[in-house]
C-alpha cells in the first residue's frame, strides 16, 4: 500500500468511497470534491494493487469552508489542522489504513509546524467505530454541537501533539475506522 498526493484522476474513485459511507460524513458531489481538494492542506489517498483504498481531506485554519465543524473550530482555535473526512474502503478495513494515514498527517502537521488537529464524529447517529479510533490517538472531546438542521450531533474533538523528540511514535495498537 502506498499512501500520496490525490489527484483529479482519483476523483471518481474518491467520491465512490465517500458514496459507501455517507451515513456517517457529509455527503460530496464532484464539484464540492474540486472546490476542496483546490483548499485542503493534506489531501492523500492509500492506493493498494492500482485501485484507491482510502483517502484523507484536511484542512488548516483560514480558508473558505463553510461546514459548521469547521467554523466552529476556527471560532475557537487560531491554528490547526481540521480532519474533514477519512474514509477506508470496506476491503482495506483492519489493514492498519487508517493509522497509517494519521501518522503520516502527524508528521506533516509536526513539520509544518501546527500542533493541534480537530475532528468530529457523530453521536447521532453514532459513530462508535469513529469514537474508538480517535480515542485511540488520543483525541478528546472539546464540544459538541447539532448539525444538519439538527438531525445529528457530533462531538468536537482535537489532539493536540507533544513536541517531538527523537524516537517519537504514536500508539495505534488495535485502532482502526
Not at 474514509?87 to 513539520?111: F, Q
Request: hydrophobic residues 40%; aromatic residues 10%.
Amino acid at each position: 500500500m502506498v499512501i500520496r498526493p490525490a489527484t483529479p484522476a482519483d476523483f471518481p474513485a474518491i467520491l465512490a468511497l465517500n458514496a459507501a459511507s455517507v451515513a456517517v460524513l457529509a455527503p460530496m458531489d464532484h464539484a464540492l470534491l474540486e472546490e476542496l481538494h483546490a483548499q485542503a492542506h493534506y489531501h492523500r489517498v492509500v492506493e493498494d494493487e492500482g485501485a484507491v483504498r482510502a483517502f484523507l481531506l484536511v484542512f488548516r485554519e483560514g480558508v473558505r469552508y463553510d461546514s459548521p465543524n469547521y467554523l466552529w473550530f476556527s471560532a475557537h482555535y487560531p491554528r490547526f489542522l481540521y480532519i474533514d473526512r477519512i474514509v477506508v474502503s470496506a476491503s482495506a478495513r483492519g489493514r492498519g489504513v487508517g493509522p497509517a494515514l494519521y501518522e503520516d498527517l502527524i508528521a506533516v502537521a509536526r513539520s509544518t509546524g501546527v500542533d493541534l488537529l480537530c475532528c468530529e464524529y457523530d453521536l447521532e447517529p453514532p459513530n462508535p467505530g469513529s469514537a474508538r479510533f480517535h480515542a485511540g490517538f488520543g483525541f478528546h472531546e472539546v464540544g459538541q454541537q447539532r448539525v444538519a438542521s439538527g438531525k445529528k450531533a457530533v462531538s468536537l474533538q482535537i489532539l493536540e501533539l507533544p513536541a517531538q523528540t527523537d524516537g517519537d511514535t504514536c500508539d495505534t495498537s488495535g485502532s482502526t475506522p
